[in-house]
């Protein structure tokens, strides 16, 4: 069964959309999905460093990947018996992660080379992820559920794009409806 461009947009816009009417209105749902996700992910990837180990030369490669494969079975095991707790951390990590690119970005706002229009951009993106970081980091009980429901109304908002996208080429006929520059005879 071979699926067309737009059928394929089509089923990916509903999904999403669905996913995030989910995320939203159930944001708990979500983030025990995103520490279930965390889990299966740990899990998988201590089976492919035993898998790994078997294919390393020499006692060094073989014990660091068996070093991993427990580190990742413990992250998995961890995660499962103890989902608040790795929801708050995941909150944490994001909150750092938003704190240092938004020094980053206020940073290179003031760098040589870029139009005052780049420089005030990045200087609000970098003022904006600032704020987010420090908010999550003071409230991380709240910054989970922000988190989820944020990530429910990116997905409703990509879900919509995408079905507009599969309306726009089932319009068009399957073809990009943008104008080429004509060749010079």
Known sequence: MRLSTNTGLMWRGILAIVIGVVAVAWPGITINAFVLLFAVYAFFNAG????????????????????????????????????????????????????????????????????AGQRAMLALTGLVSLAFGVVLALRPDIGAVVLAQVFGLFSIVSGVSALVAAANLKTHGGQSHTSTPARAQ
């Open 48 to 115: 492919l460093e035993l898998v790994l180990m078997t294919a390393a030369r020499g006692t060094g490669p073989v014990v660091g990947r068996l070093l991993l494969a427990v580190v990742n079975i413990a992250a998995g095991v961890l995660a499962i018996a103890w989902p608040g707790l790795t929801a708050l951390v995941l909150v944490i990590m994001v909150a750092a992660w938003a704190f240092v690119a938004g020094i980053a970005e206020v940073v290179l706002a003031f760098g040589r080379g870029e139009t």
